[in-house]
């Protein structure tokens, strides 16, 4: 039973494995012993949980996500404008959070790598690179750029963008529903040494409907696609 299971998963092992780029070679599998042919499923199994990452066009999915962080960016010209699956689920979101009284506002969204580059090298000018590589992307570092980010905030702007929006009711009730529109926390608290970024709470990513199970599993983007 167990050894049948075992030859049941190698079709899907060795697909996921081409997906990789990585070939097995079958024959050295077969010429193996049934103790050594265990131990070669259970390697395989390690390299099943491997990223699957592509890049198209210079633009890089991890698993089918798309990914841009501080190591990976977009290219210049990549220029999707805000998509409209975002803009359906930060609406619907805001909707649904009027209705628990709550007044949301839409204080970013997307930004093109020119407009990026202008930012970041207003902010290295006023803080200096140290200082602005915490907080601002460098130019095609921006999620902003990929049409899948919004920055929300409170009516009562006076948090807007600081950490202390993460103290508003807003993000009180977002903080546990957002992934229900298919929205993640990019940088959550606790996590800058992974993501580079300070926590920011009003900084959300659209994901679809992966976004439960990363909420769900408290992680980062980067370890959850296991690429921290
Ligand atoms: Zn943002």
């Known amino acids: ?19 990789c780029g990585i070939t097995l070679d079958e024959t050295e599998t077969q010429a193996h012993g049934t103790f050594e042919k265990g131990y070669a499923v259970a390697e395989i199994g390690e390299l099943e ?6 890049v ?16 990976i960016p977009l290219p210049a010209d990549y220029n999707p404008g805000l998509q409209p699956e975002v803009i359906e689920a930060y609406q619907q979101m805001f909707r649904d959070g009027a209705e628990q009284g709550l007044d949301f506002v839409l204080v970013s969204d997307f930004r093109t790598y020119d407009y990026q ?22 130019p095609g ?3 902003h750029q990929t049409g899948l980010t919004v920055d929300v905030g409170s009516a009562d702007s006076a948090s807007n963008l600081t950490v202390e929006f993460g103290d508003t009711p807003e ?12 929205f993640i926390v990019r940088y959550p ?21 992966e976004a439960e199970a990363i909420y769900e599993s408290g992680l980062s983007l980067e370890e959850y696609l296991d690429i921290d």
């Open 1 to 19: 039973m167990y050894k049948s299971v075992k030859l049941g998963l190698l079709p899907v092992l060795v697909l996921v494995l081409a997906g």
């Open 49 to 54: 949980a491997l990223p699957d990452i592509e």
């Open 56 to 71: 198209i066009d210079g633009v890089t999915y991890v698993d089918d996500i798309l990914v841009v962080n501080k190591e």
């Open 117 to 138: 580059d202008q930012l970041y090298n207003n902010y290295v000018a006023r803080d200096g690179q140290e200082a602005a590589d915490q907080y601002s992307a460098r």
């Open 141 to 143: 570092h921006s999620e």
């Open 171 to 182: 993000y009180e009730w977002l903080k546990d529903v957002a992934h229900e529109y298919g």
């Open 189 to 209: 608290e606790g996590k800058e040494h992974i993501t580079g970024y300070m926590y920011e709470p009003w900084h959300l990513r659209y994901v679809g409907d």
